[in-house]
């Protein structure tokens, strides 16, 4: 009977290696070159921007009224919280503004407001009273 040949595999070394490989140089490269560039200042490290006063915008020449002033307009004779579609709706039925064929305007005029609190916050003319419900902010 004839001997059967037996081969070993040899110990390889793993596909990620050449990967790390490559890797590593690229790490030294963006250490070396954080060294020559000074340490980027964090937005804990950085003092707060004082927001630049602009002065308040002046009317259309057309006459037309911007969505968030019919906004505040309507949020002023309501009285009460509104929800962005009821606002867009009570907009639309007094004819101070109307979408232009836009499909979400009442998530355009949402995002509109949130934006208007977050940029001049206790100078805005919207608050949040709850979830979805914006009413005219309290002028004192």
Do not use: C
């Amino acid at each position: 009977m004839a001997a059967k040949k037996t081969t070993t595999k040899k110990a390889t070394a793993p596909k990620n290696a050449t990967a790390k490989k490559g890797t590593a140089k690229k790490a030294t490269a963006k250490k070396a070159a954080a060294k020559k560039t000074p340490a980027k200042a964090t937005k804990a490290d950085a003092e707060p921007k004082a927001a630049a006063a602009k002065p308040p915008r002046k009317p259309k020449a057309d006459g037309k009224m911007s969505a968030l002033d019919a906004a505040a307009k309507v949020l002023g004779e309501a009285g009460e919280p509104m929800n962005a579609k009821g606002m867009i709706d009570a907009m639309a039925e007094k004819k101070y503004w109307t979408s232009p064929g836009g499909k979400t305007p009442h998530a355009t005029l949402y995002a509109a407001i949130l934006r208007e609190i977050n940029a001049k916050g206790k100078d805005a003319r919207f608050e949040k009273t709850d979830r979805g419900l914006f009413q005219i902010a309290n002028t004192k």
